[in-house]
């Protein structure tokens, strides 16, 4: 039954991997890699992401060192953070980048974990969404006669139970991420 549903689980599978692309570009305090991933940088007229010009290491939870190939890059990588708007100033010493995560403040903690509680909501949102979609395309098959109003009630169900197993996910990423955010 649940292959029968995979078209359902599928866009809500990408849902999920959305979202959990957004809050790790969350900054929670934390030195995070990955808050990288979407800064690009100009190399050789191509627009290259920095893990592929560079190094990052975590030397400490609140750093991360970029210590490029290519060291005539030093200055294109910091152009490229700063434009990025992730909030944080590059220190430049000629070898390696270093970016230094402030301690969050208690008001900034909870406009974190304000936007944290939106960013899920409008996943439940897009599930929910998905969830309907099928039900009309269920719908339209008892319609014409396609499936039975028996058959109707039990697709209702199990696609319930798929919704509430998929809000659940979301449930638990959220909370995670805020209690990784109210961290001191």
Same mark, same amino acid.
């Given at each position: 039954?649940?292959?029968?549903?995979?078209? +359902?689980?599928?866009?809500?599978?990408?849902?999920?991997? !959305?979202? %959990?692309?957004?809050? @790790?570009?969350?900054?929670?305090?934390?030195? *995070?890699?990955?808050?990288?991933?979407?800064?690009?940088?100009?190399?050789?007229?191509? #627009?290259?992401? +920095?893990?592929?010009?560079? *190094? +990052?290491? @975590?030397?400490?939870?609140?750093?991360?060192? $970029?210590? #490029?190939?290519? #060291?005539?890059?030093?200055? /294109? !990588?910091?152009?490229?953070?700063?434009?990025?708007?992730?909030?944080?100033?590059? *220190?430049?010493?000629?070898?390696?980048?270093?970016?230094?995560?402030? #301690?969050?403040?208690?008001?900034?903690?909870?406009?974190?974990?304000?936007?944290?509680?939106?960013?899920? =909501? *409008?996943?439940?949102?897009? $599930?929910?969404? @998905?969830?309907?979609?099928?039900?009309?395309?269920?719908?339209?098959?008892? %319609?014409?006669?396609? &499936?039975?109003?028996?058959?109707?009630? /039990? $697709? =209702?169900?199990?696609?319930?139970? $798929?919704?509430?197993?998929?809000?659940?996910?979301?449930?638990?990423?959220?909370?995670?991420?805020?209690? /990784? &955010?109210?961290?001191?």
């Amino acid at each position: 039954m649940q292959n029968e549903y995979k078209h +359902i689980t599928e866009k809500m599978d990408k849902t999920v991997a !959305i979202l %959990k692309e957004e809050l @790790v570009n969350i900054r929670a305090g934390r030195a *995070n890699p990955r808050i990288l991933d979407k800064v690009t940088v100009e190399y050789y007229g191509v #627009p290259t992401p +920095i893990n592929q010009l560079a *190094n +990052i290491n @975590v030397p400490e939870a609140r750093q991360i060192v $970029i210590q #490029p190939w290519d #060291p005539k890059i030093l200055s /294109e !990588i910091e152009k490229a953070i700063i434009a990025s708007n992730l909030g944080l100033n590059p *220190n430049n010493d000629g070898k390696v980048i270093r970016l230094i995560f402030p #301690p969050l403040t208690e008001e900034r903690r909870v406009e974190l974990t304000k936007q944290v509680k939106k960013v899920g =909501e *409008n996943a439940k949102v897009a $599930i929910r969404q @998905v969830r309907r979609d099928a039900l009309e395309q269920y719908k339209k098959m008892k %319609k014409n006669a396609e &499936i039975t109003e028996d058959d109707l009630k /039990e $697709i =209702e169900e199990d696609i319930q139970k $798929i919704t509430d197993n998929y809000i659940e996910d979301i449930d638990k990423l959220l909370e995670a991420k805020i209690k /990784e &955010i109210m961290e001191v």
